[in-house]
């Protein structure tokens, strides 16, 4: 939800003319993560596609901030009245039409790709025309798990799907391990390498740093990708103040050892100039005293308002992310 908020705001403060130097034609692509997806009812599901589809197109539901708006439940109900599991995970009826035409065109031999170019014919095309190119990170299987603490069984943990640890045990259980499964067998989508080496900047959206865009990075041929654009690389922390702002970064961040503040998180991303994929981070005002760790390990660092409280503030975010690594011409 993070990284589509983000993105609406940039296009946003695009179409506003608010971001200097940007373009009003300026062209915007997206490369989401793919490792949240799984199999359930035999439907293919995508979340994090899904909820930058539907909110770049005006049909998300914007007080879940997931699925679609006006949505029924029908479906869902009558699985439950079948008994049939899981009951925790619903479906809306509108959207298990985008699940059914997924499905049926993977199935059809078709790579996720080429699948999501063609939903979002009917999601993007009609708001932004050819402006805005949605990809996946890969057309490989690709599913993040996450060892829990299990006493009742020898090894004492047990490994769940990532929606299981977020939806039905909604990450109240410490996550002990972040397991992506396939991810180091997997390749980048056509279309991700070359939007990364040809882009006027990348932005790193203050999305989940170990499950988001962390699966994204650790695709074979991403990271380096970032690391060797022409492009400056700006990310904006999803950590405000002691913790994250909404979800399960502190959780995730936790489980591999990496200090759940704004500063731990860009340093763990790395400057580009110590071989990791950054040039500047935004912090928010209330880290500012984190701004000199950030610069002694080479980064440029400023502080400023990071909640997304709308579409001009979060346009205003991304215009002091360029301001921190676009030289002025």
């Keep these: 939800m993070g990284g589509a908020k983000f993105i609406q705001g940039l296009l946003h403060g695009i179409a506003t003319g608010s971001l200097p130097g940007v373009a009003p034609d300026a062209q915007v692509t997206v490369i989401a993560n793919t490792a949240d997806d799984w199999w359930i009812h035999g439907l293919k599901v995508c979340p994090d596609l899904d909820t930058v589809m539907y909110t770049l197109g005006d049909g998300i539901d914007p007080e879940r901030g997931w699925g679609r708006r006006a949505e029924t439940w029908s479906v869902k109900e009558e699985l439950a009245s079948y008994g049939v599991e899981p009951t925790w995970f619903g479906l809306g009826d509108r959207d298990v039409a985008t699940h059914l035409v997924r499905t049926q065109m993977l199935d059809a031999g078709y790579p996720l790709s080429a699948v999501t170019k063609a939903l979002c014919r009917r999601w993007l095309t009609p708001v932004h025309g050819d402006t805005v190119t949605l990809l996946p990170m890969s057309d490989d299987r690709v599913e993040t798990h996450v ?183």
């Design 147 to 329: 060892a829990i603490p299990a006493p009742e069984t020898p090894s004492g943990r047990r490994v769940v799907h990532f929606q299981e640890y977020w939806v039905r045990l909604r990450a109240e259980l410490p996550a002990e391990a972040v397991v992506v499964v396939g991810l180091d067998s997997s390749t980048p989508a056509p279309g991700v390498l070359e939007a990364i080496a040809e882009a006027d900047v990348v932005l790193v959206p203050p999305s989940n740093p170990v499950v988001s865009v962390g699966t994204i990075l650790g695709v074979p041929g991403v990271r380096d990708a970032v690391r060797a654009t022409t492009a400056p690389v700006v990310g904006l922390s999803p950590i405000v103040g002691t913790s994250h702002v909404r979800g399960m970064a502190e959780q995730m961040l936790t489980a591999i050892g990496v200090e759940v503040s704004a500063a731990g998180v860009g340093l763990n991303y790395g400057a580009r100039s110590g071989g990791g994929v950054l040039d500047g981070w935004l912090v928010d005002e209330r880290d500012r005293d984190q701004v000199d760790r950030l610069t002694a390990a080479g980064l440029r660092a400023a502080a400023v308002p990071l909640m997304m409280t709308d579409h001009d503030a979060t346009a205003a975010m991304a215009a002091a992310a360029l301001a921190l690594v676009v030289d002025p011409a």
